[in-house]
């Protein structure tokens, strides 16, 4: 592979949505920095003489044929939307792997007996719309346009709108994806955590993707002057924001050991005065668990405590359920193939679970499927400082592309 290659594909990418004060990156969904990467990266298919087209979601599917076009393809990519201020790899280094593997086989001219196909995934994070992996839910069958129209971004404005406005379904001559159509999917991702830094790993083989489960928490007390109203006579909702974060985070450290992690990411408070008491407060709550059990476990012992906190301090709420994703157990034969190939390299590895979500839980569902880890410096993502040095990505790039090659043999 040409290392070379991938990180000056990686900075060409990375001046899209970049924020020259901070570094970080902000490719947010169907923006117009986000869908010019998309145009970019199909320009870049096309070079390599795949077939292109974008799917109404906004998907960039490129096909490379095989020796047997009839056979199902063997699909690999990622997602390139970023959060806000994310970092250079997140996502983006999947689909620049995925373009490699197409740029080593013809740098080689390697004809392989199933079509190759590349997928660059919008919508993943789930920073504009509040759930994730939405593209790769469209491209699997998994969110029809009346879906799309009851889910909202920030702004209120729907998804179906959001993409309708567009106009970007160029996919009128391609048959509808089936789940036939795929022999496996692969995805090359960063870790987005310290374990195989720690552990001196090359790549990790994910075994299991834990799934969030999120809710929209609103909390309404009553604003009112911070000088003449009397302690016992408030009702803050900040202030009961903040016990019941603190009960969230506290249940998450109780099941811990379960594989549970819990996160209020998000606040809004109103007025947002000095010398206002906050009488509206709205939190974005994220639950995550590699099983079922153990989540709703903790998801009912997050209500109860919204209730305890919210009945004693006099405050009304409403929670929204922004929707949950299953956990998912990927495929042992692929990641065999990638523990031999690994072993043939000599690159050190180890199996492990994602506690990240990805587009791969989607795929998993309807085909075989793997995933590849990398190391991030110190565990840092969706940050300015997230960095994966050259050597480590050129390993599991490698990993990768002789994996794609062992898979696509009929």
Do not use: W
Request: proline share 4%.
């Amino acid at each position: 592979m040409n290392i070379k290659r991938v990180l000056s594909t990686l900075e060409t990418f990375n001046q899209y949505g970049r924020n020259d004060d901070t570094g970080g990156i902000n490719r947010i969904a169907f923006t117009h920095q986000e869908r010019l990467s998309a145009l970019k990266f199909s320009m870049l298919c096309q070079q390599e003489g795949m077939n292109v087209y974008f799917d109404f979601m906004g998907n960039v599917i490129a096909r490379r044929s095989g020796k047997y076009n009839d056979l199902p393809a063997v699909v690999i990519g990622s997602h390139i939307d970023t959060v806000i201020e994310g970092g250079e790899y997140d996502g983006l280094l999947g689909v620049v792997a995925a373009l490699e593997v197409v740029r080593h086989l013809n740098d080689y001219n390697i004809e392989t007996d199933h079509p190759i196909e590349i997928v660059a995934f919008t919508v993943e994070e789930s920073t504009r719309f509040n759930q994730a992996t939405l593209g790769s839910k469209y491209f699997c069958g998994f969110l029809t346009k009346s879906q799309m129209e009851q889910i909202k971004d920030n702004n209120d404005e729907t998804l179906l709108n959001v993409v309708q406005s567009l106009k970007q379904d160029v996919s009128t001559t391609v048959v509808p994806r089936k789940n036939s159509d795929m022999k496996a999917f692969l995805e090359l991702h960063i870790e987005q955590g310290p374990i195989l830094q720690n552990k001196g790993k090359d790549i990790g083989i994910v075994t299991h993707i834990a799934a969030p489960h999120r809710f929209k928490l609103k909390l309404k007390g009553v604003t009112s002057h911070s000088g003449s109203t009397p302690m016992p006579m408030r009702k803050d909702a900040l202030t009961t924001a903040s016990e019941i974060i603190l009960n969230i985070e506290k249940i998450g450290n109780q099941f811990h050991k379960e594989g549970i992690v819990t996160t209020v990411g998000y606040t809004k408070v109103h007025p947002n005065s000095m010398n206002a008491i906050p009488g509206d407060v709205t939190l974005l709550i994220d639950v995550r668990g590699k099983s079922i059990e153990p989540r709703n476990e903790v998801v009912q012992k997050i209500k109860t405590s919204i209730e305890d906190v919210t009945n004693a301090r006099g405050i009304e709420y409403t929670l929204e359920d922004l929707g949950h994703d299953s956990p998912v157990t990927l495929d042992h034969q692929i990641a065999k193939e990638i523990e031999n190939v690994a072993q043939d390299l000599n690159i050190s590895y180890r199996y492990m679970f994602s506690g990240a979500g990805h587009d791969a839980m989607n795929l998993a569902k309807i085909c075989p499927t793997a995933m590849i880890f990398v190391p991030c410096r110190d565990g840092i993502s969706h940050s300015p400082l997230e960095r994966t040095e050259p050597q480590q990505i050129e390993k599991g790039i490698q990993v990768l592309i002789d994996t794609v090659i062992e898979i696509s043999k009929s």
